[in-house]
């Protein structure tokens, strides 16, 4: 039984499905986690919601930012953009029924791989959080998302503030604390504020940040994380870090990493995508 991890796949169907040829996988001998932004930018989002669910209990899903923002429009709280593509799906005639698997999909995902602790999010984990700390905050919002204050809880879970996390916080803007690390951080301060303008390379960070695993002394430094989310960042494999946003909507690769007995045993394969976007649109 294979583990693989797969980075954004924004709507890409057809790269999806080349993927999981390509891996020869198969949904009963294998497990795939899809590390987050299923849907937007790309063509065909309901598509690739439909595939993963057909999966069953072999895929799991962890939510990114455009997934909430999916979420967000759905229940009136945000107006499509004009890089959204989601118009098909919330027309779709199974819309309801996707959107209900969606909002059970996780903000956080743990596995144990060979003795060592294997962390997924979307986007990141402050400095401040340790595994465990992050799998209960994670918690949080699923339940939320999972509940019937769904609609409120999209209604304040938009913007920047506060920036920094404090166990003192409580309510909406304790969750968009919590949302806004795992599913959009990528710099923040050593004391973890994080700054939400920068969304270039690593080698960018505004004054006074650094990437979110360059953090010295993060407590989940310990454990591998893996992650989406940053495409200009592109693939990374260090022993505590996996970054697998490669691009695919903008005509870069999708990428699955298949884990082997232990965190070390890595492979990363790939396939060429259509540019969905250009970036500098």
Known sequence: MALYLIGDVQGCDEALQRLLDKIDFSASRDSVVLLGDLVNRGPESAAVLRRVHALGNAANALLGNHDLHLLGIAH?????GRKDTLAPL?????????????????MALHRTVGGKDLLMVH??????????????????????????????????????EPAQWSDTL????????????L?????CSAAGVM????????????AGCMPWFNV????????????GHWSTLGYVSRPDLLS????????????????????????????????????SV
């Open 216 to 227: 010295p002394g993060r407590k989940t430094a310990a454990a591998t994380l893996a992650f």
């Open 123 to 160: 986007a990141g984990v402050l400095p401040q959080w340790n595994v465990a700390d992050t799998l209960t905050l994670a918690a949080e919002v699923e339940s939320v998302l999972r509940g019937p204050a769904l609609n409120e809880f999209v209604m304040t879970m938009y913007g920047n």
């Open 244 to 279: 697998t946003d490669t691009g695919c909507v903008w005509g870069g690769c999708l990428s699955a990493v298949r884990i082997g007995a232990t965190l070390d045993e890595r492979e990363l394969i790939q396939v060429q995508c259509a540019e969905a976007q250009k970036p």
């Open 90 to 106: 919330l027309a779709a005639a199974d819309s309801e029924a996707m959107l209900d698997w969606l909002r059970n999909q996780s």
């Open 170 to 181: 409580a309510g909406s803007a304790r969750l968009r604390v919590i949302v806004n690390a």
């Open 183 to 187: 599913t959009r951080l990528r710099f």
């Open 195 to 206: 700054d939400f303008d920068a969304k270039d390379s690593a080698d960018t960070a505004p």
């Open 76 to 80: 009136g709280a945000r107006k499509a």
